[in-house]
């Protein structure tokens, strides 16, 4: 492991000669009980630094938080607190389209979470190779990542809990396996569920009204307005008006309806919305 400072004073780290970026020199080289570095994550927000490893014939993919990662602007000690109070969040939602926990352990003064490796590409904006790849799809075949996003939701309301901080950047695609894989479901919260923040974690382009509110109940009717969202992220490349719109009026009606801000208007259960969503797709 070598590193040097590029020109925007980031620390640029190698690791099994894959180049990573952080704001200061940090030893990783504890990754290597898992396995040898094929791959390298470094531009999350989160806190988190995320690697691919192969030991033997197998792979994971490991989460760890502790190091001071480039475009994370907290404390490395919240992130490690945030990571480990989600270890039970992926056991408790554990779901074929959820990206499978292994184990979770302290080490090297942080903590590392190890899940079953995937060969899914992010479909979030900051891997636009991928995200152009999905959007060259036959419709057919984002319709079908959009229902796996739901039926996700839909169980997840369904055991009690709200997303939270979900946005593109957390779907996945395996072009190859043609499967859609969720990750990062770090801040999903048992209801009842109050903002005491104020302007909350996450993507504004996702994020509901009452996110934005402090004192705000965050429930089903705002991932209701999540998963509106999220369709105009797919289906209209984050624009919200018709003429962006890659299906037909009917279904762009249902996903304008789910991002109204009078939360009395819109689908009042991700159930409703997924009903009100294959009954559009039949025009």
């Known amino acids: 492991m070598h590193a040097n400072y590029d020109a925007m004073d980031f620390y640029i780290q190698y690791i099994d000669g894959i180049p990573f970026k952080l704001k ?36 994971y993919f490991v989460k760890f938080a502790g190091a001071p990662t480039a475009r994370y602007n907290g404390e490395p000690a919240d992130a490690v607190s945030r990571l480990k109070a989600s270890v ?62 739901l039926a996700f939701h839909a169980f997840v309301a369904l055991k009690g809990y709200v997303a939270i901080d979900f946005y593109d950047g957390c779907i996945m695609y395996d072009f190859k396996a043609d499967r859609t894989v969720l990750c ?56 919200r008006t018709p003429e962006k719109w890659q299906l037909n009026q009917q279904l762009y009606a249902v996903a304008l309806k789910a991002i109204n801000a009078d939360r009395s208007r819109r689908q009042q259960s991700i159930r409703q919305f997924i009903d009100e969503w294959n009954q559009a797709k039949s025009y």
């Open 24 to 59: 200061s020199p940090f030893d990783i080289s504890f990754i290597h009980q898992y396995g040898r570095v094929f791959q390298v994550f470094d531009n999350q927000d989160s806190g988190n630094l995320c690697l691919g490893v192969q030991n033997g014939g197998e792979k």
């Open 88 to 149: 039970p969040l992926y056991k408790e939602l554990a779901h074929p389209n959820l990206i499978r926990l292994i184990k979770a352990e302290e080490i090297s003064g942080g903590f590392a979470a190890v899940f079953e490796w995937t060969d899914a590409e992010c479909l979030g904006r900051q891997y636009p190779e991928s995200r152009q790849k999905f959007l060259q799809l036959p419709l057919g075949k984002t319709l079908e990542v959009f229902d796996a996003v």
């Open 184 to 239: 990062d479901i770090d801040l999903y919260a048992k209801r009842p569920f109050i903002n005491t923040m104020g302007r909350m974690y996450g993507s504004s382009r996702f994020m509901s009204p009452e996110e934005f509110e402090k004192g705000a109940e965050i429930d089903e009717i705002s991932n209701v307005y999540l998963m509106g969202a999220t369709a105009f992220a797919l289906f209209a490349d984050f624009e």
